[in-house]
């Protein structure tokens, strides 16, 4: 086929690049659910990643994570079959190359829910990604949140707490999310980053 003018313009990597989304933000600041509503609302492919945390009473092998022992998560990165992958709370996660090369043979934006550390390696990679850091209205919210939801010990709920501040600190100093967006109000949250993704996916066409 022949090379159109928008082909020579977008080399092949930043064009897989522009529609990666990261979503980042502390453990319990309600990722997963503004992310499930702006998948909905924007029809974007999410990411599957791996992990070698235990499964969770609810979870699905597969379709929440690729859940790995620890051995085979390290022959996967050795193999170099992760985008990004990170230790978090002492447990490895990792986007797998197939899920960003998967979205882009559809065609399709994928969001990526990962932590800072994975979407400062994502932003390195395709600087022209974007990144939204997903902030706690307030640092008791959140402990409140964590405590709540009650999906871990309470020491680990602490951890993650205590984990929190600093992810968010790491965030800025490394200057690579272009957006923050506070959830005090969860409607309010997912517009925005409604309008975050159409406004650069608009600016991209
Ligand atoms: P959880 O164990 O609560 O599902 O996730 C813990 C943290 O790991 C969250 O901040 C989540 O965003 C992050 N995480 C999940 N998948 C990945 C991944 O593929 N890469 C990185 N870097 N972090 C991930």
Redesign the pocket.
Known sequence: MPETRKDRAVPPRQAAARALVVL????GVG??TVCREVVKRLGLAE?T???T?KI?PGETDGA??YFLSREEFERRIAAGQ?V???E??G?L???PVEEVERARADGRTLL????????I?IKRKFPEAMAILLLPPEPQALRARLSRRG?EAPEEAER?FAKATE?VATARAAGCYDAEVVNDDLGAAINQVVSIIETRRKRND
């Open positions: 980042s933000g502390p453990s990722k997963t990411s990643s791996a992990t945390r969770r929440d994570y992760f990004e992958w990170a978090v709370f447990q996660y990792g986007t990526l829910e990962i932590d800072v550390q994975g979407g390696q999906t993650r992810e």
